[in-house]
Each structure stands twice: as C-alpha cells, then as structure tokens.
C-alpha cells in the first residue's frame, strides 16, 4: 500500500505543463504577422476541417511553436510539438463573423486579468524579447513582481501576452502561508511592484 507521501510524490512525478492553449481570432493575417515577427514564435501546422454543421463552413486550426529561441532552448527542445499557443480562424454561417475575441472585454473584465504568460528562462532571453518588441514599434511595460520579472504586450485582438522570468525560488514561508491567504476575505497587501516603461525603438 503507497505511504502517506504517495499523492505528494505522484503530482511530482507526473507534473506537466499545458499542451497548447487555443484562442479565437477575426484576423488570421495580424494574428500569424504577430505571433511571428513580435512574439518570435514558429507556425509549425495548420488543421482544416469542417464547422459541427455539414456544410455549413469550416475552420482553420493553427499552431505555434513557442520555445523558438535557439539559445533559450537549453532542452535541446526548440521546436518541439510541445508548448504550443493556438488559433481558431472560423468561417460558419450559424457563428458569423462578429463574435469576441478579446477573451477580457468578453468576460466584462479589466484587460490585465486574463493573459498568457510565456517562459523566458534568463534575463537574456527577457530582454530579447523584450527589444524584439520594442523593435516592432511597441511600448513595453516592465515589472518586477520580486519573485518574477515581466514585460507585457497585447495581440491585435486586444489580450495580453506576457514574458515572464522567475528570479528566485518560493520560500518555505510563502508556501506555508499560501493556503491561508488563498482564503483570507482580508488579506494584507504586498509591497507594489517595481515598473519600468520601455519606448519604442522605431515608430509605429
């Protein structure tokens, strides 16, 4: 019979990460332009096929591979069919063409609360990152959270794409006091986060 660190030993063991993450887009044509030129990443396969209706249209399933960056792949994992973000380009009569795809104008929420966070697994891959962007013309938020640094950026369909580096590990305290905060109806602040605003290297 397993022992009393069997569950806590399982979830160790058999940890994953997500697969791919899929989202609605309207424009199929700023959306690959995105996710290519700003974010980086590598459109690796494109499934069509029909809507649940017979005859009634069709859709494009696209994938991007997210762990591009040659340097940053210290798996030897670059490409992989792994760590993928996804879209759904649809052409359906009985869905039309108008439906929401800023995921937190949808949900009647302010813009910073839903988002993706990808990995960048060194301050030198941050900054790649975070230069690439500014390259494209874009401002670029900075914030250290203390325990990770991120830099923030929305798609063409308004929802925000975050890189985030973690700077130091969880203390013993924190994760102890997790559980409590999770459900304090009180719970006391942390002191604010440390912003930098980053300009546009080239005009939009």
């Known amino acids: 019979m397993p022992g009393p660190q069997a569950p806590s030993l399982l979830r160790e063991t058999l940890a994953m990460g997500f697969h791919h993450v899929a989202l609605a887009t309207r424009d199929a044509a700023a959306t690959h332009a995105f ?16 809507t649940p209706n017979p005859g009634d249209g069709f859709s494009k399933h696209f994938f991007y591979a997210t762990n591009t960056d040659v340097d940053d792949d210290t798996a030897g ?6 760590d993928l973000i996804a879209f ?3 052409k359906c009569d009985d869905i039309g063409d108008n439906y929401e795809v800023n995921i937190n104008k949808a949900a009647g929420l302010p813009g910073w609360v839903n988002h993706i966070a990808f990995d960048a697994p060194t301050r030198e ?19 250290d959270h203390g325990f990770c640094t991120s830099i923030y950026l929305e798609d063409p369909s308004g929802n925000m794409v975050e890189f985030c580096l973690t700077t130091r590990d969880f203390t013993d305290d924190e994760r102890a006091a997790a559980t409590q905060l999770l459900v304090d109806p009180q719970p006391g602040f942390e002191a604010d986060p440390t912003m930098i605003v980053h300009e546009a290297l080239t005009s939009t």
Request: aromatic fraction near 10%.
């Open 35 to 50: 996710y290519t030129e700003v974010m980086g990443f590598d459109l690796v396969k494109v499934h069509v096929g029909p």
């Open 77 to 82: 994992d670059r490409g992989a069919a792994k």
């Open 88 to 90: 759904w380009e649809i």
């Open 125 to 143: 891959a941050l900054d790649r990152h975070r230069v690439r962007w500014q390259q494209h013309g874009h401002r670029v938020l900075e914030v």
